[in-house]
């Protein structure tokens, strides 16, 4: 890939072996390479034979490092990338559409079919021979040793050009720390860009606190929306309810929404050990029968309705919330369209992009309706290193030594107080949880004490009164009586 309006130079250079070799390179990248691509004596802009624009390079073929996808079709061409930059690295970027997001808009623009020699378990497959079963972390020097003596299958000719390392920010599970590989699965979605507008038209509907979320955060991510992918390859969940044939030949989907029809086609309803039904993994996997759609008889080789593999996305379970809690609509059908949408919601802000959205893409869509009157949201805490608080990280305070040396009121006041309650994300120490304490506690405590001493001297009678209408007066005599 390359950027259109990135200049380019071919240089001119020689092998170990005296041959010529030509080089395309980013321009402003040139003097980085100078010592790898100059031999002896002289300038290295003086190897320069040729100067270019990204936009001269596009459509031209090359010979990859790798022959194991050659004849692929579309693929091994230069393309445009207006990502592409000259900020380090050459200036060209080789694009693998089953390795990353920006990586697939580009092939599935250019008809390149995305290919993948990589296992559930990051190891290579077929048809990457020299490296099948080795970890994709672990192949990473092998693979440069290889490009480095040009043997196996890199193709001949093909050199080096420098190794180095490179330092950058890389994914890991937020469970176990360990590190994650970008990789496409197949999915199921959830066709949001069809109902988008409509779904930023029922935002309008919305009471947000604070107010700035509704065309902020969640205005701007729905605004923004994608399809949704609804399915995750795992054994626990909830599973998917599709059924479809085992022979592509005779392709059949059947999607079910009750008991009733399951019971209709399979002739039961799965049953756990204990005779229940029950609709998870393993027991539902257990229903099969013959594809009608297959006129071939079961001694002939009839296929089968087996259903899919995937599990929902536990997000689509919550954003089923306001529905499925009440099991509608097979039960509390009266209930529910009496208390549809929600008066009332709360959550942190990042739910913006998570609870808060799949409520209004499932309410959008089959109610119209958005799921909730009013949401309010509030910011997250963060512990005292900026990350956010965490029970693995035990980065905050302990609760118990706070309360026996603050207090709770100095907690209570230190949390009111800050911006989580606008949407922000206040930082959690000890010295902040003390300051509230000397700040604002002491101070409320000197003046109490101060009235109540002399409330009563001179000729001022101090008497009870519950006449402010103030609403935090309201609240401080009713939490009193």
Not at 440 to 460: H, K, Q, T
Request: with cysteine; hydrophobic share 35%; charged share 25%.
């Amino acid at each position: 890939m390359v950027h259109p309006d990135i200049e380019y130079v071919v240089v001119r250079s020689s092998t170990p072996t005296g041959a010529e070799e030509r080089y395309i390179i980013g321009a402003e990248r040139l003097a980085a390479y100078s010592r790898e691509l100059l031999e002896g004596d002289g300038a290295i802009e003086d190897r320069v034979v040729e100067r270019v624009h990204g936009r001269d390079l596009l459509g031209r073929s090359y010979t990859p490092p790798f022959g194991y996808y050659l004849g692929h079709e579309n693929a091994f061409r230069v393309v445009e990338a207006d990502f592409v930059t000259t900020s380090d690295g050459t200036g060209l970027v080789h694009s693998a559409g089953a390795f990353g997001e920006d990586d697939k808009v580009v092939t599935d623009r250019e008809g390149i079919e995305a290919v993948m020699p990589v296992a559930k378990d990051g190891r290579f497959t077929a048809p990457v021979s020299e490296y099948a079963g080795m970890l994709v972390f672990d192949a990473n020097l092998q693979i440069i040793d290889d490009l480095k003596a040009t043997s196996g299958s890199v193709t001949p000719g093909t050199v080096l050009l420098r190794r180095e390392t490179y330092d950058h920010s890389y994914p890991h599970c937020w469970r176990c720390r360990e590190p994650l590989i970008y990789k496409g699965v197949s999915s199921w979605f959830v066709e949001v860009t069809a109902v988008k507008e409509r779904l930023l038209e029922l935002n309008e509907d919305i009471r947000w606190v604070p107010d700035h979320i509704q065309h902020g955060s969640f205005g701007k991510w729905l605004a923004n929306a994608r399809d949704w992918s609804i399915t995750r390859n795992r054994f626990w969940g909830s599973p998917v309810p599709v059924w479809k044939s085992d022979d592509e030949a005779y392709p059949r989907p059947d999607v079910y929404g009750s008991f009733e029809e399951i019971e209709r086609d399979f002739g039961r309803l799965p049953l756990d050990h204990e005779g229940n039904p029950d609709l998870h993994r393993p027991f539902v996997d257990e229903l099969t029968r013959p594809n009608p759609d297959d006129p071939r008889s079961p001694e002939e080789g009839q296929s089968t309705m087996r259903r899919v593999d995937d599990v929902l996305d536990v997000w689509f379970d919550s954003g089923s919330m306001s529905f499925a809690r009440v099991h509608y609509p097979f039960e509390n059908a009266e209930w529910f369209e009496g208390h549809f949408p929600g008066d009332f919601i709360v959550e942190y802000i990042g739910q913006t992009r998570g609870w808060f959205y799949t409520m209004h893409v499932l309410a959008g869509a089959i109610f119209d309706k958005p799921a909730f009157s009013t949401c309010v949201s509030h910011g997250i805490v963060l512990g005292s290193d900026g990350a956010k608080m965490s029970k693995s990280l035990r980065n905050y305070p302990d609760v118990r030594e706070v309360f026996d040396r603050d207090g709770a009121d100095a907690m209570r006041w230190f949390l009111m107080s800050s911006p989580i309650l606008r949407g922000g994300n206040p930082v959690v120490t000890e010295q902040g949880i003390r300051d509230s304490v000397r700040q604002v506690l002491i101070p409320l405590w000197n003046s109490w004490y101060f009235f109540s001493l002399y409330a009563n001297a001179e000729s001022y009678d101090a008497a009870r009164s519950t006449s402010s209408s103030h609403p935090m007066d309201r609240y401080i005599l009713g939490e009193a009586a």
